[in-house]
């Protein structure tokens, strides 16, 4: 889920943005300092969208950066779990699928993928032997964040599609024209 979070921190301004305006030094270091942080408690930053306060900096000897203590705000993606999220396959492996979630990727094991066997092929597809439904590279999809870990340099998030309303965006609208040609069937 994206949030907008409020952030006060002392930001080291580095010596070659010492020409520029306090503000817009600033917030160029932050932009360079935090665009793609990653915190457990505060999500991967996507975006700073406002400098609000910048106190008056202070410059540590044999450093020579100085620091200036800011309030700003950001805009992160925090990933929660259920959260139902859209994405499109960016890799296909023998045990699964990665799925691009903008900000970071997921991962859907192969037995969460459809409700079928699933095999992959050479050609990097994932296909269901009795549906012959299949799933590669390209394909936009919808899944449900079921894992998140928060070992290592970045957030493993576990996905499923193997539930009612989500899956392969195709399939979906697929289910859809199948439920409403029913319901036409019955009204007759």
């Known amino acids: 889920m994206f949030y907008e979070a409020l952030v006060t921190d002392h930001v080291r301004v580095e010596p070659n943005k010492f020409g520029m305006d306090t503000g817009e030094a600033v917030r ?60 499109e396959v960016d890799e296909i492996t023998s045990f699964g699928a990665f799925l691009n979630l903008g900000p970071i990727r997921g991962m859907i094991h192969i037995s969460q993928t459809m409700d079928d066997f699933v095999s992959f092929s050479d050609t990097g597809v994932l296909s269901g032997k009795d549906g012959k439904k299949i799933l590669q590279k390209g394909d936009k999809c ?38 409403q040609k029913a319901n036409k069937k019955e009204k007759k």
């Open 142 to 179: 919808i899944a449900r964040i079921v894992a998140i870990s928060y070992k290592g340099d970045e957030p493993k998030i576990g996905l499923t599609m193997r539930q009612p309303g989500l899956g392969k965006i195709d399939w979906i609208n697929a289910e859809k024209e199948k439920s």
């Open 28 to 87: 160029a270091q932050l932009e360079e300092s935090y665009f793609g942080f990653q915190d457990k408690d505060l999500g991967v930053v996507v975006a700073v969208l406002e400098v609000l306060d910048v106190d008056e900096g202070i410059i540590i000897p044999g450093d020579g950066a100085a620091y200036y203590k800011s309030t700003f705000k950001l805009i992160v993606f925090k990933p929660e779990l259920q959260e139902v999220v859209y994405g």
